[in-house]
């Protein structure tokens, strides 16, 4: 494994300045009501980047008041869905101006790779605002053909003031996918964003205005968990909640839904996907896509393949071509255009996956690679893959969510599905086999949201995501996500000269 250095880089890339660090509530920055701050860290050196203003349940309501105003009396939910299309066309014309700008912000806020960034994180961004957008003007509902002498037809109307709660791990990519659907169905919004990763989502409301969306659409609140997201969840104004992060903190999300209004919810959260390699994969295939499974956004994905169960037939072979591989990963700054990994969000996640390592060995599980920290600034670890792993092993039980992956071994294709659907999780899965039969009989036998085979990370604007089990309820992307966004109502009228009548 080679590493670049991990100092500041701005004679690579001259990073930007942050501009915006208030709180967005009914089209404007302001500070929050108590006058709070926190500090956004930068974990390339654990340094401070600005501080940003710390919204709380006062915050919350006066977002909400907004967003309520605009839904119930402005122009948004009533204009026809191609005008709101037109303005997310222009939203996302404003994204591709300022790639590079918004990139910069995700690398120093997140540990992003700017390359990937700007090549991938921020473009998605804007095709899923002209995916959305190109929907808008096809919502529509149907005609009913009814048993008895009455006429029926439904509508799909916007569902209300809708609340995303988004993670630090993607916040460009987790923030359009929750609010290019519900600005298309013609919903309004409150949007929290991890507050390690504030920065980006307050300069997507800068560019939302400068699109022509409505003031009160959009609003973002910047804040904590226990405060502004709690505060969202169990607010009696809002009428659905759309929440990415841990299993733990969706319970208490649904809790606290369940016990306000009975708002909907949608859940995308944990996962420990399992990744099958059969005995007749392709070696070097079947490594590339295990290690780009755990190791791509520093292992710091929902999806990542951490649970690797190799056929014995091959097991000992890509033992031997994943060590080989890792020599070549380079951990560094994520703007040094060679680093293929950089640091981990923050310091707390940086030492959580350190204890993980320390337990996965005292477990009896065997160090192939890594292991360590890299450097002596900065939140980089090193890529990590254990041998001899049990089932029941923290490691192979545990969402990680760092580049730690727990390498099995199975016997026959019935204990492969056995070992893979072996967790409380159900979000991905992986398979790598050149067998129709397999990758059919498997695909249909794992208990996940979305099965790649012989690919991993295969996600695209059309392809509904979300999960199974204890990894949540509801899709987003595809024309699903736009339906969650949407309720149905039911108008009926008798015929004439019926006995209604």
Same mark, same amino acid.
């Given at each position: 494994m080679e590493n670049q250095s991990n100092g500041n880089s701005d004679s690579v890339f001259n990073i930007p300045t942050v501009k915006f660090t208030k709180l967005?509530? #009914?089209?404007?920055?302001v500070d929050s009501i108590s006058g709070k701050t926190f500090e956004t860290i930068d974990p390339r050196s654990g340094?401070?980047?600005?501080?940003?203003?710390?919204?709380?349940?006062?915050?919350?309501?006066?977002?909400?008041?907004?967003?309520?105003?605009?839904?119930?009396? *402005?122009?948004?939910?009533?204009?026809?869905?191609?005008?709101? +299309?037109?303005?997310?066309?222009?939203?996302?014309? &404003?994204?591709? @101006?300022?790639?590079?700008?918004?990139?910069?912000?995700?690398?120093?806020?997140?540990?992003? &790779?700017?390359?990937?960034?700007?090549?991938?994180?921020?473009?998605?961004?804007?095709?899923?605002?002209?995916? !959305?957008?190109?929907?808008?003007?096809?919502?529509? *509902?149907e005609v009913l053909k009814m048993s008895r002498e009455?006429?029926?037809?439904?509508?799909?109307?916007?569902?209300?003031?809708?609340?995303?709660i988004i993670p630090w791990n993607f916040p460009t990519s987790m923030f359009f996918m929750k609010v290019a659907p519900s600005l298309?169905?013609?919903?309004?919004?409150?949007?929290? /964003?991890? @507050?390690?990763?504030?920065?980006?989502?307050?300069?997507?409301?800068?560019?939302?205005?400068?699109? *022509?969306?409505?003031?009160?659409?959009?609003?973002?609140? =910047?804040?904590?968990?226990? =405060?502004?997201?709690?505060a969202i969840a169990s607010h009696m104004d809002i009428d659905k909640v759309s929440f990415t992060g841990s299993t733990e903190v969706g319970r208490k999300v649904m809790q606290a839904a369940a016990t306000s209004n009975l708002k909907q919810v949608s859940l995308e959260l944990g996962g420990k996907s399992p990744l099958l390699i059969f005995d007749d994969a392709d070696i070097d295939v079947a490594a590339d896509l295990a290690l780009l499974g755990i190791l791509f956004n520093k292992g710091e994905v929902c999806v990542a393949s951490s649970r690797v169960f190799v056929q014995e037939g091959i097991y000992d072979k890509l033992v031997i071509k994943l060590a080989e591989k890792v020599k070549d990963w380079v951990v560094?700054?994520?703007?040094?255009? #060679?680093?293929?990994? +950089?640091?981990q969000v923050d310091k707390k996640q940086f030492e959580k996956i350190l204890s993980y390592i320390d337990v996965g060995k005292r477990e009896g599980a065997t160090l192939l690679t890594g292991g360590k920290s890299v450097g002596n600034k900065g939140y980089y670890i090193e890529p990590t893959?254990?041998?001899?792993?049990? %089932?029941?092993?923290?490691?192979? =039980?545990?969402?990680?969510?760092? /580049?730690? $992956?727990?390498? $099995?071994?199975?016997?026959?294709?019935?204990? +492969?599905?056995?070992?893979?659907?072996?967790?409380?999780?159900? &979000?991905? %899965?992986?398979?790598?086999?050149?067998?129709?039969?397999?990758?059919? =009989?498997?695909?249909?036998?794992?208990?996940?949201?979305?099965?790649?085979? #012989?690919?991993?990370?295969?996600?695209? #604007?059309?392809?509904?995501? *979300?999960?199974?089990?204890?990894?949540?309820?509801?899709?987003?992307?595809?024309?699903?996500?736009?339906?969650? !966004? &949407?309720?149905?109502?039911s108008v009926v009228t008798p015929i004439y000269n019926s006995p209604w009548l």
């Open positions: 967005f509530i #009914n089209g404007e920055f340094e401070v980047i600005t501080r940003v203003a710390q919204g709380d349940k006062e915050d919350v309501d006066l977002a909400v008041e907004a967003a309520r105003r605009a839904f119930d009396s *402005g122009p948004w939910p009533r204009m026809p869905g191609a005008a709101r +299309g037109r303005i997310m066309m222009k939203f996302a014309d &404003l994204i591709d @101006e300022h790639t590079e700008e918004l990139a910069a912000l995700d690398s120093i806020d997140a540990g992003k &790779l700017f390359s990937m960034g700007k090549a991938v994180d921020i473009p998605n961004g804007a095709s899923l605002l002209r995916y !959305y957008g190109g929907a808008a003007d096809k919502i529509h *509902g009455l006429q029926g037809y439904t509508l799909h109307e916007p569902l209300g003031v809708v609340g995303h298309a169905a013609g919903c309004t919004m409150i949007v929290k /964003p991890a @507050e390690q990763t504030p920065l980006s989502a307050l300069f997507y409301s800068h560019l939302a205005k400068q699109a *022509g969306i409505p003031d009160g659409v959009i609003n973002v609140i =910047t804040g904590f968990g226990p =405060t502004a997201g709690a560094g700054d994520p703007f040094h255009p #060679n680093s293929r990994q +950089g640091p893959i254990f041998t001899d792993v049990k %089932a029941d092993m923290k490691i192979a =039980t545990d969402e990680i969510f760092g /580049p730690v $992956m727990s390498l $099995m071994k199975f016997k026959t294709i019935e204990e +492969g599905i056995k070992c893979a659907n072996n967790t409380k999780y159900g &979000l991905a %899965a992986g398979i790598v086999t050149k067998n129709l039969d397999v990758a059919n =009989t498997v695909s249909r036998s794992i208990r996940a949201g979305i099965i790649w085979i #012989n690919c991993y990370f295969g996600f695209d #604007n059309d392809c509904p995501f *979300g999960g199974y089990k204890m990894s949540g309820f509801g899709r987003d992307l595809g024309l699903d996500a736009l339906h969650k !966004y &949407l309720q149905v109502k």
